[in-house]
RNA sequence: GGCGCCAUAGCCAAGCGGUAAGGCAGAGGUCUGCAAAACCUUCAUCCCCGGUUCGAUUCCGGGUGGCGCCUCCA
């Protein structure tokens, strides 16, 4: 599989570092908050890119953290007149409420910052004794980007170009204005840990250096985040951990591209952002994760609800095949258009998976789903061989699956009422009374179910 | 100022040297009591100007127009 490696700015083939396994670290959401549809993004992408590994074989170990300490944390908590841990417990549970929503798996592990602190004191203090980080009177602990000769080697950025556009806070004792906080020395009233410096927490860098490496080993696979993260928040843990260690950090930095809104980035600042939770209450969320994966992740995409609406209906083309699939008539004996539909399906898995190995073109593979989808709507129009139709469905599963798509089993529930009326409606059909059975359809339409008759007879569908 | 990305039909989006996948929407048709779903047909020469090449949407240069990072941000 080729993917985009930030570091060397082309497509690599990705070698894992142990055959046959990946260790994988996508920076995760800071607990203050619902999510938004671009936060979602990086969930969607990195949640994909491990599904398809596993599916091509590989033994995953993909962590994602939280960040359940920092400003906004504690400012957030101060709002709402609760405890930074209350608030991080809650913010984690909703998490997982969208998330799962999204189709997105649980990973191995989701480490929490503040179940980490024993790992990330040890690493700022052989930091300092390496003399790549001090401590100030204050009890702040800074890293001293000067020390680490690579810096900069992720973003591109030249040390001293940089340098003339950091800002200065005058208030911060730091050598360098580049530097930047490991560790901060407790406020009052903040939450706080015993540390050499004095009681205080860490930054925010450090935590995902701390995770990573103590879960993952100091080199691993991959390390996945948003293109926003690439500077400073990657460059500065490449410098602590390699500064630290002597050793290679992540081996491959995959970044996704922005959620747009009006060709804009969506984030809170710009205050255009729309929370997974609100979306929710006006579309499947399915239908987002079809639309995040409609696009290749590296470039940027608008939301808007018209396209979310847009991906509705093309997800609803892949239910429908996946259901034709399933209800599919039986032939007595095969012929040889089974054995045709058979090597076209060898066809459709191949051109998949291409797709994928380059670099998660998730958008090229969706092209291959709906092309699998009309052949296979074409191919049950008739009866057709068991074999035939059980690999076709199979397939099609695997797939769609990969993708992280039509994974739900829902088992329609509808009401009693709703029912009767569909059989009242069959009932005057068979009549030829037409008009009553157009009225009854006309009345579920207005319960929210639409009718459709199939050769297995009619069937109810929410609208 | 430094670093970087993008520009393909009404909308979305692959392709990236040999004359444009796929989806949504639209039009016509088949099927249907009528619909829905499904199927068939139809719907683009790829921002502009140069260059390289037998041949460029695809490579190079220059424009124009969007966007991002350099400050918390997925």
Request: proline residues 4%.
């Amino acid at each position: 599989m080729q993917i985009y490696n930030t570091m060397t700015r082309r497509k690599e083939e990705l070698i894992p570092l142990v055959p046959g396994q990946i260790s994988m670290y996508a920076c995760g959401p800071t607990v203050y908050n619902f999510f938004h549809i671009g936060n979602a993004r990086p969930f969607i992408v990195f949640d994909t890119m491990r599904r398809y590994l596993e599916y091509r074989g590989y033994q995953v170990r993909f962590v994602q953290n939280f960040t359940d300490i920092d400003d906004k944390m504690i400012r957030r908590a101060n709002e709402e007149e609760t405890t930074v841990k209350a608030l991080g417990e809650r913010f984690i549970k909703e998490y997982y409420h969208d998330a799962d929503a999204l189709g997105v798996r649980r990973a191995s592990e989701n480490p929490r910052a503040t179940e980490h602190i024993g790992e990330i004191i040890s690493l700022v203090a052989t930091l300092i004794e390496k003399g790549n980080a001090y401590a100030t009177p204050d009890g702040d602990v800074y890293f001293s980007v000067r020390s680490f000769p690579g810096y900069g080697k992720l973003s591109g950025q030249n040390i001293d170009d940089l340098e003339n556009g950091a800002r200065v806070d005058p208030d911060e004792a730091k050598r360098d204005p580049l530097d930047f906080a490991l560790w901060k020395a407790a406020k009052p009233g903040e939450p706080s840990w015993d540390s050499p410096w004095g009681k205080g927490r860490p930054g925010w860098h450090i935590e995902c250096s701390a995770m990573s490496m103590s879960l993952l080993g100091e080199t691993f696979d991959i390390h996945g985040g948003g293109q926003d993260l690439v500077f400073p928040h990657h460059e500065n843990e490449i410098a602590q951990s390699e500064a630290a260690t002597g050793k290679p950090f992540a081996r491959y930095w995959m970044h996704n591209g922005y959620i747009n809104v009006d060709n804009q980035k969506m984030s809170k600042s710009l205050n255009n952002f729309f929370t997974v939770r609100d979306i929710a209450k006006e579309f499947d969320l399915e239908a987002v994760r079809m639309f995040m994966l409609g696009v290749q992740y590296r470039n940027p995409v608008n939301f808007s609800r018209e396209m979310i609406q847009q991906a509705q209906s093309a997800l609803e083309r892949l239910r429908t095949a996946k259901e034709r699939l399933a209800e599919a008539q039986v032939a007595a004996a095969e012929t040889s258009e089974d054995a045709a539909f058979i090597a076209q399906l060898e066809d459709f898995k191949t051109r998949f998976n291409e797709a994928m190995d380059d670099d998660l073109n998730t958008a090229d593979a969706l092209g291959v789903l709906f092309e699998f989808a009309r052949a296979a709507n074409t191919f049950v129009s008739e009866p057709r061989g068991s074999k035939a139709i059980e690999a076709g469905k199979a397939l099609f599963s695997e797939l769609t699956g990969v993708l992280g798509l039509l994974g739900r089993e829902k088992a329609e529930e509808f009401p009693a009422e709703a029912l009767a009326m569909l059989e009242e409606r069959q009932a005057a059909r068979k009549a030829k009374d037409f008009a009553r059975a157009d009225q009854m359809r006309d009345a579920l339409k207005d319960m929210g179910y639409a009718v459709e008759d199939t050769v297995n007879g009619p069937k109810l569908k929410k609208l």
